[in-house]
């Protein structure tokens, strides 16, 4: 009787700890609260600005074990192809979507989707219509505010100017002649990074002479070709670059670089970019940049994380953190900063 009862008692203990185990096993470790699954849609993986994103929402993924998956989908700058990913995620059980939408003005198609499968989505860094978004009461946007990167473009040259006139007014017309390198043409970050650059200059009472504008599409490559056809017919007639990410940024550097300017010795023509990627950060403190607007990555994947939590959990995105709504009640904003040589 004796063993039959402490055989008994050896059963229950095992039972209980395979209880406990499997309780374990199928959560996240804390009372068994299952991690949010997140399907995340980014324009192009290769585009550097994003992959620093996507990079950064892993290091959350890694930090939060058990909290939440991140599964990411390559757009590869073609709508079409994003629109087919979003619609095999949505057969599958997804908590929240993530868009970095491919075409802006594919914003309502995208919407509709998502909104008949009634998934919460966040859009972000690319942001489609607000009355789009409004659409959906469980769609949200998490991005910037696109002029405020052109008013910071804008005032790094007027400080060089006020400030080393001598190294910018190169030829002492009180003029700054400048070409201008755009995104994409009707990208809302790029309509206002180029229209604010310039006004911020025109604002504080610098006059301007535009000698080129050309759409690059954010590429390094187109905006390399661009600068060396511009450098042939303008010299160093060209006394400034404002490109509307450092990718283009980078792109003139090179064929400055390959004329014999912005090496870090005596010819120079000052060059500005937005994102403040590593290798822009590097370039400027370097000498071969003149500045750039800190777009911060490791800020926009904790705006992610944090406001996704919420609405997987049915909740508002914003409810119990730093964030607030801008005057659209949708939109969180993350503040850019300028970004010089120290």
Same mark, same amino acid.
């Given at each position: 009787?004796k063993?039959?009862?402490k055989?008994?008692?050896i059963?229950?203990?095992?039972?209980?700890i395979a209880?406990?185990?499997?309780?374990?096993s199928?959560?996240?470790?804390?009372?068994?609260?299952?991690?949010?699954?997140v399907a995340?849609?980014l324009?192009?993986?290769?585009?550097?600005?994003?992959?620093?994103?996507?990079q950064?929402?892993?290091s959350i993924?890694?930090?939060?074990?058990?909290n939440?998956?991140?599964e990411?989908?390559? #757009?590869?700058?073609?709508?079409?192809? $994003?629109?087919d990913?979003?619609? =095999? @995620?949505l057969?599958?059980? /997804?908590?929240?979507?993530?868009v970095?939408?491919?075409?802006i003005g594919?914003?309502?198609?995208v919407?509709?989707?998502i909104?008949?499968?009634?998934?919460?989505?966040?859009f972000?860094n690319?942001?489609?219509?607000?009355?789009?978004?409004?659409s959906?009461d469980?769609?949200r946007?998490?991005?910037?505010?696109?002029?405020d990167?052109?008013?910071?473009q804008g005032?790094?040259l007027?400080?060089?100017?006020?400030d080393?006139?001598?190294?910018?007014d190169?030829?002492?017309?009180?003029?700054?002649q400048?070409?201008?390198?755009k995104?994409?043409?009707d990208?809302?970050?790029?309509?206002?990074?180029?229209e604010f650059?310039?006004?911020?200059?025109?604002?504080?009472?610098i006059?301007?002479?535009e000698? #080129?504008?050309?759409?690059?599409?954010? $590429?390094?490559?187109l905006?390399? =070709? @661009?600068m060396?056809?511009? /450098?042939?017919k303008?010299?160093?007639?060209?006394?400034?670059?404002?490109?509307?990410?450092?990718?283009?940024?980078?792109?003139?550097v090179?064929?400055?670089q390959?004329?014999?300017y912005?090496?870090?010795k005596?010819?120079?023509?000052?060059?500005?970019g937005v994102?403040?990627?590593?290798?822009?950060?590097?370039?400027?403190n370097?000498?071969?940049?003149?500045?750039?607007?800190?777009?911060?990555?490791?800020?926009?994947?904790?705006?992610?994380?944090e406001c996704?939590?919420?609405?997987?959990?049915g909740?508002?995105?914003?409810?119990?953190?730093?964030?607030?709504?801008?005057?659209?009640?949708i939109?969180?904003?993350?503040?850019?900063?300028?970004?010089?040589?120290?």
């Amino acid at each position: 009787m004796k063993k039959f009862k402490k055989f008994l008692a050896i059963a229950i203990s095992v039972m209980m700890i395979a209880a406990l185990a499997g309780c374990s096993s199928n959560g996240s470790g804390d009372g068994g609260k299952d991690a949010i699954k997140v399907a995340v849609f980014l324009y192009k993986f290769d585009d550097t600005y994003i992959s620093t994103v996507r990079q950064s929402l892993q290091s959350i993924q890694e930090e939060n074990k058990g909290n939440v998956t991140f599964e990411f989908f390559d #757009g590869k700058g073609d709508q079409a192809t $994003q629109n087919d990913a979003i619609d =095999t @995620a949505l057969q599958k059980d /997804f908590d929240l979507l993530m868009v970095n939408i491919v075409d802006i003005g594919a914003g309502q198609t995208v919407i509709d989707k998502i909104s008949a499968a009634d998934k919460p989505v966040i859009f972000f860094n690319r942001e489609p219509k607000t009355e789009e978004l409004k659409s959906y009461d469980k769609a949200r946007f998490v991005g910037t505010n696109a002029k405020d990167a052109g008013i910071l473009q804008g005032e790094i040259l007027a400080d060089i100017w006020n400030d080393k006139k001598d190294t910018i007014d190169k030829n002492g017309d009180g003029v700054l002649q400048y070409v201008m390198l755009k995104g994409e043409p009707d990208n809302p970050e790029a309509v206002a990074r180029t229209e604010f650059s310039v006004s911020t200059l025109k604002d504080k009472d610098i006059k301007v002479e535009e000698l #080129g504008l050309q759409v690059c599409n954010w $590429q390094q490559d187109l905006a390399q =070709t @661009a600068m060396e056809a511009w /450098f042939s017919k303008y010299g160093d007639k060209i006394e400034a670059v404002i490109a509307n990410n450092d990718g283009m940024a980078l792109g003139a550097v090179a064929a400055l670089q390959n004329q014999g300017y912005n090496d870090g010795k005596d010819k120079y023509i000052h060059v500005v970019g937005v994102d403040a990627t590593e290798a822009a950060q590097d370039y400027i403190n370097q000498g071969y940049m003149s500045g750039t607007v800190l777009q911060d990555a490791p800020a926009m994947a904790k705006a992610l994380y944090e406001c996704a939590t919420n609405m997987a959990s049915g909740k508002d995105a914003v409810d119990g953190t730093s964030y607030k709504y801008d005057d659209t009640g949708i939109a969180v904003r993350i503040p850019y900063a300028p970004f010089i040589k120290k």
